[in-house]
């Protein structure tokens, strides 16, 4: 209770509006049938194909191209490239995922045409390869943006006459990754409070899911950088609380205290990809999971509320789909006898905060559902999804003789 009410004094948030979560969300959360989850997949991409716009043209000959993702952040009022990129390119993935839909003609439609705005805005100044002043999204743009191109070569459905551009798309991503890599930490984040060019804390919210995509580039034969993953590795074992398992916000845990119902949204995706490099265990990711579950409650009191990182644990309903999708992705690394009771309750969970339109929503803004809803499908088609990729380093050649 110290610690929150510091915190909301610090935040600005009166001691009092420090909210009051449901202790025990799950009593109320409602089963979820096979049946109920085949049609909600369906129903999720019926959702995100309506939800397809333009933000470049108007009127009816507008080319509905993209799946901008929204939040607080403007640049010069608009929504900054790095979230169209970014937002278009995790629906398009969801989309893929979807072994049902993936062929239908409207699908493949929506996904070309994303394609085609993804390979754009590559092109144009806000999304090279660099960071300007102290905070740039351009990078989570780059990693997503990368997940989806290779999720199309890894289904083998890259648009005839599309190959070359998408490799080279592939390539480009992949070093230009490393490139913006933080300066001596390692490991990436979009807020950079020493600018670009110097040292900065990197963020496991963006570290994590960066790697789990650099980790699929070298499966798929890509030349990826072993000490930028090796600093991004350390990086990520430094912000965890050895005791509690409690990953920081940002930077280093070094002795801080860190609550882990603050942490849980980040938590499972950390544990993933050090897990998945030989430094994590499978114990580890149980641990993570089931603090997931104990302390979803702090989660759901931020989903649709204003503001970013409020009292009493500093969470921005941004973090609410994005830790549904990574601790489904997480359940499935567990051993196969343990995966349906987690299933079970992470979809109750999903279905007690569904949207009346069947979609899945965290923000204020009604475009938001796109985001909400791709990363909820994700979840939902987490069982059947292949593996994630690990990551060993290349072995070193060995002197002639």
Known sequence: MIHSLLLALLLGLPAQDVPTPDPDPLAKAPSVSADQLAKARKRSVQILLALQESLDEEGAEAVLDEWPYEGVYRVGGEIPTGYRVGG???????????????????????????LAFVLEMLETRDMQSGFKGTYDVRGWGHTYALSFLLTLRRLDVVPAGK?????????????????????????WNYSRRAGGEKPNAPSPFMTAPTLLTLYEAKRQGEAVDDEVI???????????????????????????AEEVPGAIGRMPVSELALHLAGRGSTDRIRSSIDAFFEHWEWLEVRRRQNGTHVAPYGIAPYYFFYAHRYAAQAIEALPEA??????????????????????????VFPRSENFGTAMTLLALLAPDAPQPAGWEPTPSEEPAK
């Open 230 to 256: 090796d600093r991004a590795l350390s990086a990520l074992e430094s912000a965890r609380d050895g005791e509690t398992g409690a990953y920081v916000y940002a930077g280093s845990a070094g002795g801080r």
């Open 338 to 363: 343990e995966r349906a009771g987690y299933r079970e309750k992470l979809y109750s969970l999903l279905w007690m905060i569904r949207e009346d339109s069947g979609g899945w929503n965290d923000r």
């Open 163 to 187: 190959r070359d551009v998408v490799d080279l798309s592939v390539r480009w991503l992949v070093e230009t990754l490393s490139a913006t890599e933080i300066v001596e930490n390692g490991g």
């Open 88 to 114: 278009t390119s995790i629906v398009a993935e969801a989309l893929l995922e979807s072994p049902d839909a993936r062929e239908l003609k409207d699908v493949r439609e929506a996904v070309d045409r994303a």
